[in-house]
């Protein structure tokens, strides 16, 4: 069964922490995105990759960065976390042969006190 | 700009009835129209998906209505049921230039009553 496997379900971190999320997919896919869900805000984009060493800035880019040193990894740092990153964060994956849509992980629900 | 813009945020329906969720769109090169479902606690899961050359797709209780000329897609749910009950969202994307990235829109969160 094809997925996007994201390293945790719950993260609990402190203010200032530097925190990692980790995604890993087994499809093969060129493209790689961080969301994050927010009540009432949809899902807002973080940053993407489509391909390897890759990246690029999504709608809300602002305190996050991002590593794609392999294909199938690709990882959320907050380099400094603070409450208002406390949230759900969904990692993506999809194929650039066509427009197929994305699979999902089952996301990280990271709480920062 | 590339925007959807999805309504209504919440809906409530009973049990048996239809639940229809409303997605309008501005850019006309979208060429990939997908809903997505999530239960509470998971990833967004892709349910159907439609291309503008139909105007109609069908997938046994979940259809999506398609209207190129008004920008606007939707998603009935026919003789819906308690395990319905969930998010929707809907999205689109454009071809080309290497970019498959999808546009969402902001959620409904549909709950079906017995």
């Known amino acids: 069964d094809v997925k996007v496997t994201q390293s945790s379900r719950y993260l609990v971190k402190r203010t200032g922490e530097k925190v990692f999320l980790e995604c890993v997919q087994d499809?093969?896919?060129?493209?790689m995105f961080w969301y994050r869900q927010d009540p009432g805000l949809g899902l807002r984009l973080i940053y993407f990759?489509?391909?390897?060493?890759?990246?690029e800035k999504g709608d809300i880019p602002e305190g996050y960065s991002v590593s794609r040193e392999k294909k199938e990894r690709f990882s959320l740092i907050l380099e400094s976390a603070s409450t208002n990153q406390t949230s759900m964060y969904l990692c993506?994956?999809?194929?650039?042969?066509?427009?197929?849509?994305?699979?999902f992980g089952s996301g990280t629900r990271l709480t920062v006190v | 700009q590339q925007q959807v813009k999805q309504s209504p945020q919440s809906l409530i329906v009973q049990k048996g009835g239809i639940s229809i969720i409303n997605c309008a769109y501005e850019?006309?090169?979208?060429?990939?129209f997908p809903w997505y479902q999530q239960f509470p606690g998971k990833g967004p899961a892709l349910l159907i998906a439609?291309?503008?050359?139909?105007s109609e797709k069908k997938e046994g209780r979940f259809t999506i209505s398609f209207n190129k000329s008004a920008k606007q897609f939707s998603l009935h749910i026919m003789d819906s049921q308690p395990g319905d009950s969930a998010t929707y969202f809907c999205?689109?994307?454009?071809?080309?230039?290497?970019?498959?990235?999808?546009?969402f829109g902001k959620g409904t969160k549909l709950s079906v009553i017995p």
């Open positions: 990759s489509y391909d390897v060493k890759m990246k």
């Open positions: 499809m093969d896919h060129e493209n």
């Open positions: 439609i291309r503008p050359d139909v």
């Open positions: 993506a994956s999809s194929s650039s042969g066509t427009s197929s849509g994305y699979t």
């Open positions: 850019n006309t090169a979208f060429d990939y």
């Open positions: 999205a689109a994307s454009m071809s080309g230039a290497g970019s498959y990235q999808l546009t």
